[in-house]
């Protein structure tokens, strides 16, 4: 059994099975599928300044140099995880850009949600977390012109078939996965096909209905709204209560002397009560 859990574990994506599988309107209608490449969002970079169209999905098994959010890198071990990133050509002002990684965020929870049972956290602004512990992250990149949005790389890291044990010591505790979380293997085609499915969806929903039309299901994964957290950012840190974000994107934090903020980057940690 043993044995039979472990090839499992490390057998590659099956791309006809999810190409089978999909039904959408914008999205996959090309998969680039790779046995290994340094970054799936850097490829997905080079495809969009060659002319790659809106909705190509890049899909690697492993990435040397896979990127996280504020130049920190994103561990890719081999045929365990999901490393993907979408070419999106957003009809959207350089303003809402920000709203990419919300609308992801949702698709995302969602997608996560239907594999686990327990409560699945948005944690501002690009990572999932399941019971304090990271399960995945949002790397989105644009390309814009004055008052255009060019492109934007879409780039999503999910753990799910990575064991406590294969995880490096430094992300050991703060880490997690779908296969940690249930202890069993999950269908690593299954999650990709649907969570390609719901960006898709929420993607639509975004471009034909606005951010407005996503906010609530957003808030509904958000579980800091009136905790209080301390911001992190460059060279100053900010403690204060999450009250949520605007229509931008942005946390809007009510500050220890009761002034509201508007914070656009930064580093959320929640503080004991």
């Not at 998969?31 to 340094?38: A, F, K, M």
């Not at 896979?66 to 009809?91: D, E, H, M, Q, T």
């Not at 992250?137 to 060019?150: A, Q, W």
């Amino acid at each position: 059994m043993g044995q039979e859990l472990r090839d499992r574990d490390y057998a590659p994506l099956r791309l006809e099975e999810i190409q089978r599988g999909l039904v959408t309107e914008r999205l996959g209608k090309k998969i680039h599928y790779l046995p290994e490449v340094d970054s799936t969002n850097l490829y997905a970079r080079n495809l969009a300044e060659e002319g790659g169209l809106e909705g190509e999905v890049v899909i690697a098994e492993s990435q040397s140099r896979g990127k996280g959010r504020l130049g920190r890198s994103w561990v890719s071990p081999p045929c365990l995880n999901l490393y993907l990133s979408v070419i999106l050509r957003p009809k959207l002002p350089p303003l809402h850009a920000p709203q990419i990684t919300l609308m992801a965020a949702v698709a995302l929870a969602e997608t996560v949600q239907c594999f686990i049972p327990l409560p699945t956290e948005i944690k501002w602004p690009n990572d999932i977390l399941v019971g304090g512990k990271k399960l995945a992250g949002i790397l989105t990149e644009s390309s814009c012109d004055p008052g255009k949005i060019l492109f934007v790389i879409l780039g999503i890291g999910v753990n799910l078939n990575f064991s406590k044990e294969l995880m490096p010591e430094a992300i050991r505790e703060s880490a997690t996965s779908i296969m940690a979380l249930t202890g069993k293997p999950v269908n690593r085609s299954e999650f990709t096909l649907r969570l390609i499915q719901n960006l898709d969806r929420c993607y639509g929903e975004l471009e034909e209905e606005g951010f407005s039309f996503l906010a609530k299901r957003w808030a509904g994964f958000f579980r800091l709204k009136g905790k209080r957290v301390r911001v992190q950012m460059l060279e100053q840190a900010i403690l204060g209560k999450a009250m949520g974000i605007d229509i931008d994107g942005a946390l809007i934090l009510e500050d220890e002397r009761g002034f509201v903020q508007r914070i656009v980057a930064g580093e959320v940690i929640p503080m004991e009560a």
